[in-house]
């Protein structure tokens, strides 16, 4: 986590992109113990990524809910098994 204003780039942190790798493993539940904490404690510390985690996990969470079960209206998954079985 260097604060080497030539290490930032046009990212705003040098340890940008190791922050994003781990920030998407944690959104998939994927991430390692070590690579949650090392996270957590550079956001901590970073605003830059703080601000990438929490607009990642916004859109995760909209996903969710666009994307959640809905409800089928009746007769259309009876529908859709006879044609299914038609075709076959």
């Known amino acids: 986590m260097s604060d080497n204003p030539e290490n930032k780039g ?3 942190c ?7 790798e781990i ?4 959104l998939d539940n994927e991430a390692s113990d070590d690579q949650e904490q090392y996270l957590h ?3 901590e510390n ?4 703080f601000e990438q985690y929490e607009v ?15 409800v089928v209206p009746s ?3 009876q529908s859709i098994r ?7």
Do not use: D, P, W, Y
């Not at 990642?56 to 809905?70: G, P, S, V």
């Open 23 to 26: 920030l998407h493993l944690m």
């Open 46 to 49: 970073c605003m830059f990524c």
């Open 10 to 12: 046009n990212s705003g």
């Open 75 to 77: 007769g259309l998954a």
């Open 14 to 20: 040098a340890e940008f992109n190791k922050c994003l």
């Open 41 to 43: 404690a550079h956001i």
């Open 82 to 88: 006879t044609k299914v079985f038609q075709s076959a």
């Open 56 to 70: 990642e996990k916004q859109i995760r969470e909209l996903l969710k809910t666009k994307l959640a079960n809905q």
